[in-house]
């Protein structure tokens, strides 16, 4: 089993950043991947970011990309999402998941970090 902790999410003004962390513990080594993703009220789950977990290799969504980051501290088992520029659309609750190799498909999941942007 593999546990996964958000933090980091609160209310910001649009044009301001967050950062967002989830820290994992348990079955670590069981981890290819990291991935954030966010849903909205009345939308569906949609992917953010991923980084994989010994190369670092990452990829993004459109939508956020250049204006978010994703990185990870091995050593502490925490994966980051820097979140810049942030818009009305980029609110909404933030989780982040482990799997393995597929971007797809994720066993572990957090249990979500509120993010609320005003205008």
């Known amino acids: 089993q593999v546990q996964l902790v958000e933090s980091g999410g609160g209310l910001v003004q649009a044009g301001g950043s967050l950062r967002l962390s989830c820290a994992a513990s348990?079955?670590?080594?069981?981890?290819?991947?990291m991935s954030w993703f966010r849903q909205a009220p009345g939308k569906e789950r949609e992917f953010v970011a991923t980084?994989?977990?010994?190369?670092?290799?990452?990829y993004y969504a459109d939508s956020v990309k250049g204006r978010f980051t994703i990185s990870r501290d091995n050593a502490n088992n925490t994966v980051y999402l820097q979140m810049k520029s942030l818009q009305a659309e980029d609110a909404g609750v933030y989780y982040c998941?482990?799997?393995?190799?597929?971007?797809?498909?994720?066993?572990?999941w957090g249990q979500g970090t509120q993010v609320t942007v005003s205008s």
């Open positions: 980084i994989t977990w010994s190369v670092g290799s990452t």
């Open positions: 348990g079955r670590t080594f069981s981890m290819y991947r």
């Open positions: 998941a482990a799997g393995g190799r597929s971007i797809a498909t994720y066993a572990y």
